[in-house]
């Protein structure tokens, strides 16, 4: 709930947020002192220097939501200024705490309320409006909703305006939107007419490196462009597999998936938590790559065919389905080291010695084996 921490400030000065508490606050006091809390903003209201939405707010919070709600929709009606955002963020907030913020919401009762005031919120201009719309609707729809289709433009319409204004999570979050959404194969099977190539999503995602530079997202932007070069190098080793068997030039493959690997290191050390995640999976990869650079070495001698093409073959074993290979990929790839080792120099790739991983993997398989 860390995002929302900064929605429910309680109020900015010291002294007043000693007196009214904060969303923390009120989520860790005791009952006497969320009473106390209670008193405060109702007398703080009385006299005017809080306004209805801090009780509203607190009530959701403290789990009488339902007076909460009311309190905060009624400050719509009343015409108080920002009522709209507020009441979205805070019944936002309600959802993620019960476990609704995803497509339950639109079985809840509030949920046509709560889109309501997201688009007032954008006709008022307030700030991150957009976005925040758009995030309601890439959460709560998923791409075989049917109402999914009817909503599709207005989300990536929002997501794109988000990322113009460089509103907070815009241009991040209309990347993802397009790379994890309607940049799928599955979308793109449904409704080939709105699908978009999910590289589309790059210029976006480079955006958000800039926009969430000094903000609490920013780990999570690099995380993102971290992924999308992974997707590069994911479908250039699924294409190496073809080009193996159909013996075409892999130098090509090698240089671009070199390139992303080295724009991956360069975007992880600024990642937050999925920093290990990332260089996980980028380690698999490679070593996956690097094996089959050296596969389609070791194929010139007779006596290495089999034990190559049975390597490669199970690196994506959904593309041979029905094929019985000689060699069990862990078999393949101590035989494949121990050859490699034996005359490291003659199956360097185009002369190129392999990468610090790709020794690391053979010596931590080796000492195991010991």
């Known amino acids: 709930m860390s995002i929302l921490k900064k929605i429910f400030s309680g109020i900015s000065t010291k002294n007043a947020m000693t007196l009214y508490g904060t969303v923390d ?20 209201l009385e006299n005017g220097q809080v306004t209805s939405d801090m009780l509203g ?9 339902e007076r909460g709600e009311e309190i905060l929709y009624q400050a719509i009606k009343n015409g108080v200024e920002g009522a709209e955002g507020e009441y979205v963020d805070t019944i936002s907030y309600y959802y993620m705490k019960n476990g609704k913020y995803n497509s339950l919401a639109k079985q809840d009762k509030w949920f046509s309320k709560w889109i309501s005031a997201a688009e007032r919120s954008i006709d008022s201009g307030e700030e991150n409006a957009e ?5 309601i609707y890439k959460t709560c729809y998923k791409i075989t909703d049917p109402e999914f289709n009817n909503i599709v433009d207005c989300t990536i319409e929002l997501y ?3 990322a113009r204004k460089h509103q907070r999570n815009g241009a991040l979050n209309c990347g993802l939107f397009i790379q994890d959404r309607i940049g799928t194969d599955e979308f793109k099977a449904i409704n080939p007419e709105k ?4 590289e589309e999503a790059g210029p976006f995602l480079m955006q958000s490196l800039k926009d969430e530079k000094h903000t609490k997202y920013k780990g999570y932007a690099h995380e993102s462009v971290c992924w999308f070069y992974m997707e590069y190098i994911r479908g250039y080793l699924d294409g190496s597999i073809d080009y193996y068997f159909e013996e075409k ?26 920093a290990d995640s990332i260089e996980s999976s980028l380690n698999s990869r490679m070593i996956h790559f690097e094996f089959l650079l ?3 070495k070791l194929r010139g001698v007779d006596e290495f065919q089999d034990i190559s093409d049975s390597y490669v073959r199970q690196i994506n074993k959904k593309k041979f389905p029905g094929i019985t290979n000689k060699f069990m990929k862990e078999e393949a790839v101590d035989k494949m080291s121990e050859i490699f080792l034996g005359d490291k120099q003659q199956y360097f790739y185009n002369g190129k010695d392999y990468t610090k991983d790709f020794y690391n993997f053979i010596e ?3 000492s195991i084996k010991r």
């Open 249 to 274: 030039e892999l130098t090509n493959l090698v240089n671009i998936i070199m390139t992303n690997r080295a724009k991956i290191l360069d975007n992880i050390k600024d990642c937050g938590e999925m």
């Open 294 to 296: 050296l596969a389609d």
């Open 364 to 366: 931590q398989r080796n």
């Open 25 to 44: 606050d009120w989520k860790k006091a005791s009952p006497s002192k969320r009473e106390e809390f209670k008193k405060n903003i109702e007398s703080g």
């Open 131 to 135: 976005v925040r719309l758009a995030d």
């Open 160 to 162: 794109y305006t988000a």
């Open 57 to 65: 707010r607190f009530l959701v919070v403290t789990d009488d939501a």
């Open 195 to 198: 699908y978009q190539n999910w």
